[in-house]
């Protein structure tokens, strides 16, 4: 079973930076896009950003420009760095394998106004 763990995250004042990383347990990584998803307080869960296996970012709207998605696929890792956070981006990050359709826990993002 494919295992995912994500890390990183914690409290930021707004305007701060936070980089999650995401481990994955097995060489699937490597041909998966991977993709990060946030879930904030009484709110569905929002795609973020996604990755194809050959590094080809997408972002949503609300991100572009602050948010970076990032793999290292010999470390089977898949990374968020998050700059000029608000407290609008406080929410529960996920990573996802969308291959093989598998979530990690969670690492919870807060931004203090």
């Known amino acids: 079973q494919v295992r995912l763990a994500e890390s990183g995250g914690g409290l930021v004042q707004a305007g701060g930076s936070l980089t999650l990383s995401c481990a994955a347990s097995?060489?699937?990584?490597?041909?998966?896009?991977m993709a990060w998803y946030r879930q904030a307080p009484d709110k569905d869960r929002e795609l973020v950003a996604t990755?194809?296996?050959?590094?080809?970012?997408n972002y949503v709207d609300s991100v572009r420009g602050r948010f970076t998605i990032s793999r290292d696929n010999y470390k089977n890792t898949l990374y968020l760095q998050m700059n000029s956070l608000s407290p609008e981006d406080t929410a529960i990050y996920y990573c996802?394998?969308?291959?093989?359709?598998?979530w990690g826990q969670g690492t919870q993002v807060t931004v203090s106004s």
């Open positions: 996802k394998n969308v291959l093989l359709g598998f």
């Open positions: 097995e060489n699937s990584f490597r041909i998966s896009t």
């Open positions: 990755i194809t296996r050959e590094g080809l970012p």
